[in-house]
């Protein structure tokens, strides 16, 4: 079974501009989490999706947004990107919300703002 | 709202010998879950262990264990036989139950323990 998969795996942006970031869960999952993981903030929680849900949210401006399609793959998006943007972002598919239900990790996306 | 603090920003252990990461938070909920993450240099994080905060028993996964004390709000991993390849961040993170604000999968992170293992 294929492990969850994050596009691109490294982007390079400058200031100003959007960045769009894909994750496609395993198959059969049906809930997105995203992270956003940086050396002075550690790893903060952006957003939870569930069947196209967002389910929750974490404390970020709304620069940063993000969507669930039919088929469980997710996308965030950072619009008008900052220096302290760059970060590894992560993201995490479960198949649902029990606590019962490992969440899985991608490898995730490195951005970098210059 | 929850916290997770880990206090040892750095450990280090000698192959085959064993090693206590501290871990201890803080939280008004009664049911809840912690974890313990690792996180190799590939950057993908794995589930090392997990703990049921309404189970006495403390979990165990082979060289694995940790130590539960919800009195103290303590959760510390010990890992046996240390070997090479356990060298990594390691994070713990809390998860409050479906009963204590709905459903979420929302993980509270630990500023984690890099670990290195010398040979």
């Known amino acids: 079974k294929a492990g969850v998969t994050q596009t691109p795996r490294y982007l390079i942006k400058t200031r100003g501009q959007q960045v769009t970031l894909s994750c496609s869960p395993i198959?059969?999952?049906?809930?997105v989490s995203w992270y956003q993981q940086t050396p002075g903030q550690g790893l903060q929680f952006l957003f939870e999706y569930f069947s196209e849900t967002q389910r929750n949210k974490g404390n970020f401006p709304g620069r940063f947004s993000g969507r669930q399609f039919s088929n469980s793959r997710s996308e965030m998006n950072v619009s008008t990107l900052e220096l302290g943007d760059s970060a590894l972002y992560l993201c995490a598919s479960s198949l649902g919300t029990d606590p019962l239900y490992e969440q899985y990790f991608g490898p995730g996306t490195r951005l970098t703002v210059t | 709202a929850q916290t997770v603090t880990q206090s040892q920003p750095e450990m280090s252990v000698q192959e085959a010998e064993t090693v206590t990461l501290s871990c201890t938070y803080d939280?008004?909920?009664?049911?809840?879950?912690l974890f313990w993450y690792k996180q190799p240099p590939s950057r993908q994080m794995i589930l090392v262990i997990r703990q049921e905060a309404y189970k006495q028993q403390n979990a165990t996964e082979n060289r694995f264990s940790v130590n539960f004390q919800k009195a103290a709000k303590s959760f510390s991993l010990k890992i046996s036989d240390s070997q090479l390849g356990d060298a990594a961040m390691y994070f713990c993170a809390y998860r409050g139950s479906r009963l204590s604000g709905g459903a979420t999968n929302k993980l509270i992170f630990g500023t984690g323990t890099l670990l290195a293992v010398q040979p």
């Open positions: 198959s059969g999952h049906r809930s």
């Open positions: 939280t008004s909920e009664s049911d809840y879950y």
